[in-house]
């Protein structure tokens, strides 16, 4: 009688650790290799509003089957990507693609995470040079631009003709400004934009930034304070509203959307929603300070190729990259994401070929900057962020434009020396 | 345990030969150690798989948050996992940091005010539902609502009607003849849009739990109380308040370390600006690490450490009290 229980009592000790082990074991397994199957390729990337079956998944499909493998696509939103991409490579289990935000790219590659395209055997020669700055870290190019969009200023010619103004007349700051002041008075709203504390205020302050021909070396320049001084001042008179600094470019979008602003800054993928507003629409550059065509930063994906324990997985790798970047894959991309102008001559010609009307998209391209070009690489995400905080504080009138700007140049300066 | 004492006292008292009394005791307190050992491993077995849990849930990340709060983690040593020691180093930085003085006052006037506001609101609501009344149920499911919502859905909702241009709040305040109030836009209310909706979203955590405390009070207190013809504010503050003290006491408690971590609401509406503005320490940290392009994640997790370290000191504060409490 004893005997049996204390045999039921081991054996019933015995099942609870080996439940308890179970836990543990799979606490662990999780964290396993996911690329080990030769025949399976891993592909992230950040549209996860392209769904399984769209158009967009089965080119990706299509370039696997290319190279003879089948790609198992994950899409999260951009900046989970890139954690997500880090805490890949910290345990060894990064994807054979990404497609990553332009400026990430040079993050990425600092940590060692990234094989360079000349490792892979990929030709970047055609690339535009401005357009693949964002990916070149140290001399190595580290991936090659998909795409790339930019900002211009969108106007609503209801608005404009009713207050008299004509588009073409805008060529520098101070016509702007003086077409603002028209609509106004002619009791429409004058620009809206996107000044909110995230990586979007500085993308949408830098055109004015460079513009104005600052540098981002040095964020309290008098030329700096002078794009500042402008936004400041168009909140000040009424021509902008309050709600720019919080808001997003989706919520400058929204904004324009209702009829009742006469310009909006925004990018080249509102062109579609553009053409369905129910006003008529148009497009011109964002000027410089004193006329011309103020460079605008670049947007868009580069596609890169982590490093792999398997270097026999790079030859495939590399056919579902080039793939990707051909002339006319370039021109599948553009029209598959409504709009994105190719990074190479070739590609901006074809898409111009099929679409016509896209050329102020193309010119204002080919005068983009990269946001993390000038050497500038892992130091732009720092400086990008006193610069939005700058912005933040300038509008919201806790400091002066210049103050605000002292301020982030010495935050910037300590943060990267 | 009764089967073995049994026997025990059965040998012992019917025990007669001397060299079987002498090894009768022996056997059954080696067999009981046997039984006491696999009692134990049984214990252990059954604990295990919890004790598991909780390593692999708890301790490893908080050790982990420790472990990369006295590290210098940038992204390359992060992937790499070489990352240099440095003692309090990011702590010092932190605390040598412009932001923390702003952070530090931000959270401690968003945390009090916000408990305290939910706490009246949530009792007084509760004593209010508590004399039933027709369509007290279907009042008090809709003060539930803002329980049942997604946090993004009901903060993106508040930032749209603080709007300062085309806000709900600001149209019924010009409505009557007020102006423009720039709620998220001004670093003057930006904290106090924040605690607004912080407030609202806080109500129906107090309700609920007051509510119940209040179901625990039996109705002979009160009927006793009416008949010595007591007052309804005697009413309240001699009976029901006293009476809902512990309860109280663990309805602020966890609000206070709900609200001390709130991240989302604030993140949603200002992202902890205008400038730091409405920064909160909570805040801070998830800027550090994921708010930006570059994550700094080893001064995030000296801010989170921070931030485990006053939640304890008040939970600590909590159990003194309550002790005190019980004594008296």
Partial sequence: MQHSRSRYLTRSALAGVAAGALVLAAACSSGGDSGGDSDTFTWWDPYPQHEEGSEWAERVAACGEEAGVTIERTATDTTALTNQALLAAQEGTSPDIILADNPAVSTLAETGMLSTVDELGLDVSGVDENLLAAGVLDGETYGIPIGANTLAIYYNADILEAAGVDPASVTDWASLTDALAKVTDNGDKGITFAATGTEEGSFQFLPWFWGAGADLTQLDSPEAEAALGLWKGWLDEGYAPNSVITNSQNTTWEEFLTGEFAFAVNGTWQVNSAAEAGFGTGVIQLPGQNGGVAPAPTGGEFILAPVQTDTDRYDTSRQIVECMTTPEGFVETATTFAYYVPPTVEGQDALLEAEPELQPWVDAVRAAKGRTSDNLGTDYPVISEALWTAIQNALSGSASPADALAQAQADAAAATE | ?328
């Fill in chain 2, 1 to 328: 345990m009764t089967t073995t004492s049994a026997t025990v006292s059965e040998r012992a008292s019917g025990g007669s030969a001397a060299d079987s009394s002498s090894a009768a005791p022996a056997r059954p307190r080696r067999r009981r150690r046997v039984a006491h050992a696999a009692r134990r491993w049984t214990a252990f077995g059954f604990a295990a798989p919890l004790l598991a849990y909780l390593l692999v849930f708890y301790a490893y990340p908080l050790w982990r948050n420790i472990d990369l709060s006295v590290h210098d983690y940038n992204v390359r040593a992060f992937v790499q996992g070489n990352a240099e020691f440095v003692g309090f180093d990011k702590f010092v930085e932190v605390f040598t940091a412009d932001s923390f003085p702003t952070a530090l006052l931000n959270t401690a006037v968003f945390t009090l005010v916000s408990i305290a506001f939910q706490y009246g609101i949530g009792l007084a609501l509760a004593v209010f539902f508590h004399s039933s009344f027709r369509l007290s149920g279907v009042l008090r499911a809709l003060f539930l609502v803002p329980w049942l919502l997604p946090l993004i859905v009901s903060s993106s909702t508040w930032a749209w009607m603080l709007n300062s241009d085309h806000g709900i709040i600001n149209s019924v305040l010009e409505a009557f003849g007020g102006s423009q109030i720039n709620w998220l836009t001004s670093p003057d209310t930006a904290l106090t849009a924040v605690i607004i909706a912080n407030i609202w979203l806080g109500i129906p955590f107090n309700l609920v739990i007051l509510y119940a405390g209040l179901q625990n009070i039996p109705s002979e207190v009160y009927e006793a109380a009416a008949l010595d013809g007591v007052t309804p504010w005697q009413r309240f503050w001699r009976i029901t308040f006293p009476l809902l003290r512990s309860v109280s006491g663990i309805t602020l408690l966890l609000g206070f370390i709900y609200t001390l971590k709130v991240v989302d609401v604030i993140w949603v509406m200002t992202t902890g600006g205008p400038g730091d503005a409405s920064l909160t320490l909570s805040v801070w940290s998830y800027r550090e690490a994921f708010g930006t392009g570059q994550p700094d994640f080893s001064p995030a997790a000296a801010i989170g450490n921070l931030l485990i370290v006053i939640a304890l000191v008040f939970g600590f504060v909590h159990l003194r009290l309550q002790r005190n409490g019980d004594k008296s």
